[in-house]
């Protein structure tokens, strides 16, 4: 039963049933107002019933584009008798041999009936939506899907169906989602997605690959609370996700699954997609894998890096995504490609012996921040002054540290005079000039970036509190961190309140500050039974109670205070979280002088240098030790500390024990500016080293 033939989208003549007939003697008819007409010629001319007549009639007044007209004849449709016609002769069993001819010409004919009264309904449900009725349009929709469901009890058949009718059934099962989501009516919108996909529509491949992601899009970007699918359609055994983000990240992988196995066209919005939701939860590693699995000559291989680069970094691995941007910033590659040159220089910005590798990528990247990309100038700029403030801190010379660090406030001044707002820029001009003793200056930045934040921000607390004690503003300084408190979760204090015990102990208040770590015990404590022992991701690691750090500095406390039981026992507390830790080691090592064990003590800061030859605090130590061992040993010890000052200039016990030396050595000049140095740091240096809060 051929429905019509068409030229040009439009029906030039209907056939059915071996007749056929000119659609223009029919069009006569529906321009003079004659429907009944119209319809009885197409019923006698075609040997059509009532339903059948209706259906030819609107499809060719919605292809005229008369919407009114076609929902006027589509009305006259009595769905519920046309499917009770139906439903017999299309669902019963494959018949025997001897009778499968005649039967396979009447299934073929109801069919052919399924396929006209059910595109009838769907052009309906289409006018209905051309017209701005949107809800309407839904129901119009969902009676498609209702009325294929009673004809097909198990589902449409793989085979023996009709190409046109499996095109309405899909072309409906799309629409209905995004007719209730136009509607504004989202509950109906994930009961649509969901029954598209877990009933039995027999959808091409790239059909259910387009449902598949709308509603993985839906779930990400909608902002309503799905909840998980009914239990009616969960397989035992099975995973059901328990929420948005979970059912979203399961669809982008099984179209990324079938991707793979070639069922699909390459979609690089997918990756996108499984991106942000993988971010989300700091499962950038899975995504990673997901990358990985990509077939070569799907994904351009420089774009696969850039991915893969990207997942590392949020990963924490650092290194891998740094070799991979080498690859990919390769100068056969794409050298001057933006993004990946302002990854790179972000991760080199974070690591003082790649930061001069980062000026290069940096430079560069500033260098193409033009036309469209000349926003991001002022993020080139920004990791420039970074990468150099970096560099800066490994110099050999003073005067290539002066020239680094210089250069970097100036890179970092020209960022922020593009984008005056930014709170990050803000922030690192702060830090920046506190490093510099430029504490005036600091403040000023400090303050500016609390109110930029309005407070929410932990790290500009710290900043403002680390400043005002660098001035020995201590009292200022603990308002401002009990203020920080009030503002602050409970479980974001963990930093601040480890400030605050410092604070203390610079107040000459110590029994107080053990009692604000005893607090951050109990915090510690709370926290293991709300979470668990693992935590929840690294990304929020900052913002709770570090439990190795409160251990470690209360032994530090303890050893202070010469309670050397106390603090073996709190440093033993810090080892079973932190095994090998050149922190541990060195507290041991005080622990062991403060007790007369001084070889012991020596052995053990030098395993601490062994394990960790950047040290700073061992190499002072160690040096202070072997200065006491005679004449034969002071340009050992020298070494030592102009090592530690290479690393820290600010250093002011470096800067002392240097002067002592000196003075031992006869060097009275050298002595009297290393003590002139010790004094000035020993003016401004705050209770935490301001690269804490970086």
Partial sequence: MESGEYEEGMVVEFSANGNSMKATDVEAKLDEGNIHEAESSLREGLSLNFEEARALLGKLEYQR???????????GIDLQAAIERLQPSITEKTPSKKGRSRADSQHSVSQHAATLVLDAIYLKAKSLHKLGRLTEAAHECKKVLDAVEKIFHQGIPDAQVDSRLQETVSRAVELLPELWKQAGSYQETISAYRRALLSQWNLDNDCCARIQKAF??????????????????????????????????????????NLFQGKTKWDPSLTEHLTFALSICNQTCVLAKQVEEIMPGVYPRVDRWNSLALCYSGAGQNKAALNLLRKSLHKHERPDELMPLLLAAKICSEDSHVAAEGVGYAQRAVSNSQGKDEHLKAVGLRLLGLCLGKQAKISSSDFERSRLQSEALKSLSEAIALEKNNSDLIFELGVQYAEHRNLNTALRYAKQFVDETGGSVLKGWRLLALVLSAQQRFSEAHVVTDAALDETAKWEQGPLLRLKAKLKVSQSLPMDAIETYRYLLALVQAQRKSFGPLRVNSQTEDDKVNEFEVWHG??????????????????????????????????????????????????????????????????????????????????????????????????????????????????????????????MLEESDPIESFSSII
């Fill in 216 to 257: 993985a899009v839906f779930l990400l970007y909608s902002g309503l609370e799905a909840g998980p699918p009914s239990l009616g359609v969960q397989v035992e055994g099975s995973y059901v996700p328990k929420n948005n983000l979970e059912e979203a990240i399961l669809l982008l992988m099984i179209l990324l699954r």
């Fill in 554 to 679: 209360l032994s530090n406390l303890y050893a202070s205070l010469s309670y050397w039981k106390d603090a073996e026992i709190c440093l033993g507390k810090a080892r079973e979280l932190k095994q090998y830790a050149a922190e541990i080691l060195h507290t041991e090592g005080i622990i062991l002088e403060g007790c007369g064990k001084s070889h012991e003590a020596l052995a053990t800061y030098i395993d601490a240098l062994m394990l960790e030859p950047y040290f700073v605090p061992g190499k002072i130590v160690v040096a202070m030790l072997m200065s006491k061992m005679g004449p034969k040993a002071l340009p050992v010890a020298r070494s030592l500390l102009s090592d530690a000052l290479r690393l820290d200039p600010n250093n002011r016990k470096a800067w002392y024990y240097l002067g002592m030396i000196h003075r031992d050595d006869g060097r009275m000049a050298d002595a009297a500016d290393c003590f002139q140095a010790a004094t």
């Fill in 65 to 75: 584009g008369n919407l009114e007209g076609a929902l006027r004849v589509f009305d």
